[in-house]
C-alpha cells in the first residue's frame, strides 16, 4: 500500500514468529500499517519487493531479535538467498520460527539460535524439502530500548 510519494505502507500481519520453541501459525491477517520513509525502506530492500512486519517471539534469537521486536521482511527469498545465509523466518511442521540458516557442504541445513542456550539443528534436505517452508528473510529489527 503506498501512502505518498515519500512514505511507504507495511503490512503488519497478526502473526508472530517464535524465536523460542515454535508458534503455530494461526492466519496471516493484516493487523495493521507500519509506515515508513521510501528511502529508508529502500536501504533495506529493493524498490518492488514484497515486504510485510511481524512480531518476534522468546529469546532464541537474543541478542540480535528481543521478544517483542518488530521484524520487516522482504518475501522474494530464494534458494541462493539462503545459501548466502542470514535470519529467516521460516514453518517447520506447521510452527513459525525466526532462526538463523546455514546451509553445509553437504546439503543438510544448520538452524541456529543466536542465544548460546539452544542448540543448533541440523536437518537433512530430503527433510527441509518436505518439511521446512523459507517464508522470508529478516531485514531489519527494533524494539524498545532496553
Known amino acids: 500500500m503506498t501512502v505518498g510519494r515519500n512514505e511507504v505502507a507495511i503490512a503488519r500481519y497478526s502473526v508472530q514468529a517464535s524465536a523460542g520453541n ?3 501459525v494461526l492466519a496471516e491477517e493484516v493487523a495493521d500499517w507500519f509506515r515508513v520513509g521510501r528511502d529508508w525502506l529502500e536501504r533495506y530492500v529493493p524498490r518492488g519487493a514484497r515486504t510485510g512486519v511481524i512480531e518476534a517471539r522468546g529469546d ?3 541478542p540480535t531479535i528481543s ?3 518488530i521484524l520487516l521482511l522482504n518475501f522474494d527469498v530464494n534458494r541462493q538467498d539462503v545459501a548466502n545465509g542470514g535470519v529467516f523466518v521460516i514453518t517447520i511442521d506447521g510452527n513459525l520460527f525466526v532462526k538463523r540458516l546455514q546451509i553445509m557442504l553437504d546439503g543438510s541445513i544448520m538452524i541456529r539460535s543466536d542465544n548460546d542456550r539452544y542448540e543448533p ?3 537433512d534436505r530430503e527433510y527441509a524439502d ?3 517452508l523459507v517464508h522470508a528473510r529478516v531485514v531489519w529489527s527494533g524494539g524498545p530500548l532496553r
Open 22 to 24: 515454535g508458534a503455530v
Open 121 to 123: 539443528e541440523r536437518v
Open 67 to 69: 521478544d517483542g521486536d
Open 60 to 62: 532464541s534469537m537474543e
Open 130 to 132: 518436505e518439511k521446512m
